[in-house]
């Protein structure tokens, strides 16, 4: 099962007639709907676009089953002088 949201979900929903085993759902990832469902939830450079970040990772910890895991990639704040 995938969960995609925003433009990604409306690119990847195009194939859903060649993947029917898929599920492809749009949602706000402070607020996700799922409880204890889900073995593994991956985000690859994205979280640091939520705003409450705290809030979106206690979604995902609590969409995961009791020895589910994450895996997040995040993207470094970088200030001028660093650059």
Same mark, same amino acid.
């Given at each position: 099962? $995938?969960?995609?949201? &925003?433009? +990604?979900?409306?690119? @990847? !929903?195009?194939?859903?007639?060649?993947?029917?085993?898929?599920?492809? =759902?749009?949602?706000?990832?402070?607020? $996700?709907?799922?409880? &204890?469902? +889900?073995?593994?939830? @991956? !985000?690859?450079?994205?979280?640091?676009?939520?705003?409450?970040?705290? =809030?979106?990772?206690?979604?995902?910890?609590?969409?995961?089953?009791?020895?589910?895991?994450?895996?997040?990639?995040?993207?470094?704040?970088?200030?001028?002088?660093?650059?």
């Amino acid at each position: 099962m $995938l969960r995609a949201s &925003g433009p +990604f979900a409306s690119r @990847v !929903s195009k194939r859903r007639d060649a993947h029917p085993n898929l599920d492809f =759902r749009v949602g706000d990832a402070r607020d $996700l709907p799922f409880h &204890g469902e +889900f073995d593994l939830v @991956v !985000s690859f450079s994205a979280l640091h676009w939520v705003p409450e970040q705290e =809030r979106a990772l206690r979604s995902i910890s609590a969409a995961l089953k009791p020895a589910g895991m994450a895996r997040l990639r995040l993207v470094a704040e970088r200030n001028a002088s660093e650059s």
